[in-house]
């Protein structure tokens, strides 16, 4: 008679318990991978939403460069840049209004020097947290450590700008932005001069003292 094997229902479990165990491994590796490739992705989309905010950073301050004397430095909205009208024959300072590679429209957030018109700085409406925190370039070095892209913001001067405390943001809310202009700093007194010591009173005229003069009697 021929032996039957051995624990045929042990053997089978431990190839059932394989198989679970090469598909979870397979799982987790596809899941890394696709975190990878969506982290990937999105720095990618940031490294092009910091090429599109230097576009506007550049235009902002071309026209600003370009304000004729007595008139304001802020373009009253985007389109004054794609058309400059202050000039006979119109300039151009930005190419086009570009799309937030961020959020895949072509929508910004403005921040504006007073009610909605004087365009102080340009950001995006993503409020996704981002991949790049560190090692930007040096005019982008103030957006080290911000929390959400829309925090991202691109003025004339460079993004990072202190001076616009209160401006308003226009399409949607957050926090107060850097502006344009820093404040003239205050002139320089002269150093402070030891007070002066009083000049001595002058000592009044002692009055002469009677001479006692000897009467000669007459002769």
């Known amino acids: ?12 479990g431990f190839t059932y318990l394989s198989v679970i165990i090469v598909v979870a491994i397979i799982g987790l590796v596809a899941a890394a991978s696709l975190k990878l490739g969506a982290t990937v992705q999105r720095s990618r989309a940031e490294q092009q939403l910091l090429v599109i905010g230097g576009a506007f950073s550049d235009a902002l301050q ?19 840049l794609l058309r400059d009208p202050r000039f006979p024959t119109p ?39 981002p991949v790049k925190i560190g090692n930007f370039p040096a005019r982008f070095q103030s957006l080290a450590g911000k929390r959400k892209i829309s925090e991202w913001r691109f003025v004339a001067s460079g993004p990072g700008t202190p001076g616009t405390q209160g401006a308003n943001t226009g399409a949607a809310p957050a926090d107060a932005p850097p502006g344009a202009a820093l404040p003239q700093p205050l002139p320089e007194l002269p150093p402070a001069r030891p007070p002066a010591e009083p000049e001595p009173e002058p000592e009044p005229a002692s009055e002469p003292e009677p001479r006692n003069e000897a009467v000669m009697p007459p002769s």
């Open 91 to 129: 300039r151009r300072h930005l190419r086009k209004i570009f799309v937030d590679p961020m959020t895949g429209k072509a929508e910004w957030g403005i921040v504006y020097l007073g009610g909605t018109t004087g365009v102080m700085a340009v950001y995006s409406l993503s409020d996704a947290r």
């Open 1 to 12: 008679m021929r032996g039957r094997p051995a624990h045929p229902r042990r053997e089978g």
């Open 62 to 80: 071309s026209y600003a460069d370009a304000t004729p004397a007595g008139q304001p430095p802020q373009p009253p909205s985007l389109k004054e």
